[in-house]
């Protein structure tokens, strides 16, 4: 498929288990999506995202066939199971171009390689003593400004212009329907450097064919000068020696303090790096808690992309996102064949045992008795906003013995609902319900698929059921609040609270159809 790489993804459970997502058909949207990964699942331990479409099973083609019989063939596989699936934005970039993507031979192959779309480019251009060294015209009849009079050797040479090359825009801003003097104006205005986004004719007439609208999310940025850092690091003995700071003057998450000798100073990591994105996910509009637990989540390694001043700029003075630059390293990265993927380990970790559609869409009730080590659990949130969670339930203690698990959402304390009560307040609430605690939590998956149907979460739901077990036995007391600790350093065993975040994008059609796999 020309541009679109299906990635192929081997699953295995174990007997009783699930691959760890619901597989779901919605209102409104084309193919079989993932929804619901669980944490720590198969499907998600070997890299599937929410969106993702599936495309194949086993081999076979589903992407026409209804849902139920996607169902069983995922279920007449076994304990095994091998999918192709495609990311969201590139499954609905494929519908909307017409791309067939049940044949598996329509990539153009030129001398027995595959051939990419043509791309248009990003060009940065540092004025010199001379000026740039180039002119724009315009030609009559046809639209848009040209490169012309394009000085050998000189700034646009060297930064990739080309004669003849189409305009499309300057600094971030299209100017394709400017005048000739708009455009030179707009170049004048310019300080000492400028990023222009082009096309020359071959590209210019494959977009034009395909009738989609040039952008620079669409652009190779392998002409410009400056190139953001990919820093692989494994976590050691003191973490990965770093801080991870927000400054009022500066925008972004900046690293700062390189511990010398560290991961982060052995991997190229330098001080007042700005954070674009951790393990492929960009994190620009993630708040400093959310960051933090995302390098967190990472385990043992961590795959950073940062941006020196240099490079920020260059980028901001496009108004393009570093994340082009990841994008296009890993467009490089091809998928193991059908016959490999059969054959590649997968990790797997135990899941919740399976039950029915009707239970998995209930709350739970969880009753414990607080114990020498108290309840065993922690409380996460942030003071003074909405919403708390669940995290580091200690294996074998009250907590864990009634049911809670990390991530579940806290509904109710005491049967009082506590969704729109502060963090402070909560945990008040804890603090005083004496050497008993009665809680009402949901998992993350359940709790969002709950609230896009609108139906509220109390104990209605659990019909017959009134709680999950009580315990009782004499274990030291443990904190129910958040731990503290110096902001910023993620390698620390403690953390800030952390403001919850959902994983899952749910539909709030009532055609909505899943199924847990």
Known sequence: M????????????????????????????DGHLI?????????????????????????????????????????????TVVFHILDEASYKQAKSEGVNLSDPHNTPVANGVAKQAPKPKLCYLVKSTSGYGFSVRSVKGEQGLFMTDV????????????????????????????????????????????????????????????????????????????EPCIIDMTKGSNGYGFLLREEPTQTGHLIKD?????????????????????????VDSYSHEQVVERIRQSGN????LVVDKDTDIMYKKGRVSPMLFWEERKDSLFPPSYTEALNLPVPVRPLAPVQEREEELKPKLCKMEKTAAGYGFHLNG??????????????????????????DIVVEVNGVNVEQSSHEEAVAMIRNSGNSLEMLVAKKCVYDQLKAKGVAITRLLLGEAS????????????????????????????????????????????????ERL
């Open 35 to 79: 929804r619901c990964l669980e944490m720590g699942g198969p499907a998600e331990l070997a890299g599937m995202k929410d969106g993702d479409r599936i495309l194949r099973v086993n081999g076979a083609f589903v992407d026409g066939l209804s849902h139920s019989e996607v169902v069983d063939l995922v279920r007449n596989s076994g304990a």
């Open 258 to 282: 390189i511990d010398r000798g560290s991961p982060a100073a052995r991997a190229g990591l330098k001080d007042r790096d700005r954070l674009v994105a951790v393990d492929g996910e960009e």
């Open 467 to 514: 709680y999950v077990q009580v315990h009782s036995a004499d274990i030291p007391e443990a904190c129910k609040e958040e731990k503290h600790e110096r902001p910023g350093r993620p390698e620390t065993p403690t953390e800030p609270a952390r403001e919850r975040t959902s994983s899952v994008s749910s539909s709030s059609s009532q055609d909505t159809i899943d």
């Open 382 to 407: 942030i003071q003074g906003v909405y919403g708390q969670y669940i995290k580091e339930v200690v294996k074998g203690g009250a907590a864990d013995r009634a049911g809670l698990e990390d991530d």
């Open 151 to 226: 000085l050998s050797g000189n700034v646009a040479d060297r930064a990739g212009v080309k004669e003849n090359d189409r305009l499309v825009e300057v600094n971030g801003v299209n100017v394709e329907y400017y005048t000739h003097e708009q455009v030179v104006d707009r170049i004048r205005l310019a300080d000492s450097s400028i990023m222009f986004l082009l096309v020359d004719k071959e590209t210019d007439r494959y977009y034009q064919n395909k009738r989609i609208k040039i952008e620079a999310s669409l652009a190779t940025v392998s002409h410009l000068p400056h």
């Open 301 to 304: 390694k961590c795959c950073l």
């Open 2 to 29: 020309a541009g679109y790489k299906p990635k192929v993804i081997s699953l295995t459970k174990r007997p009783g288990q699930t691959y760890g997502f619901y597989l779901r058909v919605e209102h409104g949207e």
